[in-house]
């Protein structure tokens, strides 16, 4: 079946650092993928999305990397500060849209 | 605008009370979701509103009953829960249905059932 996973569960980062995660899928058949930020109490927040047919895309101090020849996604995030401390998920979509599968998320801690 | 609200933030109900959750947003999205989400997981999908019809049930118990008045609300009718049922609610909408696209949350309402 589908699903979307992450290596690390927590990563520790000093400000100012860079901070990667990763994040493994499954389904080859997966045609768009989303990075989600979740603070404490809130829901997730979108960040940044990439489709199969690319493999690079870049915001503001995030870059999203896509390898589909090994089915691999990460989420680059430049200069952490502070208030990037939270759990990020990623998610995947089919073709059809509206299921999107979460991986199990991995929580940034930014240490001052 | 990409903001979806939910309403109450917090709700404590009995095993056998009747409650409801509502969503609304008024970005005009056509898709409309139910997520669940126990701590520290990650949202689990519930059912999916295409064009204000159900497209998607997620073998969701019978005790969860979604309602789309219309196409910017969306509500989960909620009766004779179990306390394994506490988790926070998330609603979420796209703009496009059938195909792929970003789902914009919801803060979400934090249930729990005694």
């Known amino acids: 079946g589908e699903s979307v996973g992450l290596h690390l569960p927590t990563l520790s980062v000093q400000e100012g650092d860079n901070s990667i995660i990763n994040c493994a899928y499954s389904?080859?058949?997966?045609?768009?993928f989303i990075w989600y930020k979740q603070e404490s109490g809130k829901g997730p927040q979108f960040i940044i999305d990439?489709?199969?047919?690319?493999d690079k895309r870049q915001g503001q101090r995030v870059t999203v990397l896509l390898n589909k020849t090994v089915k691999h996604l990460s989420l680059q995030i430049a200069a952490t500060q502070p208030g990037d401390s939270a759990v990020y998920f990623c998610a995947s979509q089919g073709t059809g849209g509206f299921k999107t599968i979460f991986g199990a998320g991995t929580r940034l801690f930014v240490k001052a | 605008d990409t903001e979806v609200t939910q309403t109450p933030k917090h709700l404590v109900m009995g095993m056998t009370n009747k409650k409801s959750l509502k969503c609304e947003q008024h970005m005009g999205h056509r898709a409309m979701y139910w997520y669940k989400q126990k701590a520290k997981k990650p949202p689990e999908l519930m059912f999916v509103y295409s064009y204000e019809k159900l497209s998607i049930n997620e073998s969701v118990p019978s005790r969860f009953s979604p309602e789309c008045p219309n196409s910017s609300l969306l509500n989960l009718h909620l009766h004779a829960l179990q306390p394994e049922d506490s988790a926070l609610y998330l609603c979420?909408?796209?703009?496009?249905?059938?195909?792929?696209?970003?789902?914009?949350f919801g803060p979400g309402t934090r249930l729990t059932v005694l």
């Open positions: 979420a909408s796209s703009h496009l249905a059938g195909t792929t696209d970003t789902q914009y």
């Open positions: 990439i489709r199969s047919n690319m």
């Open positions: 389904n080859s058949a997966s045609d768009y």
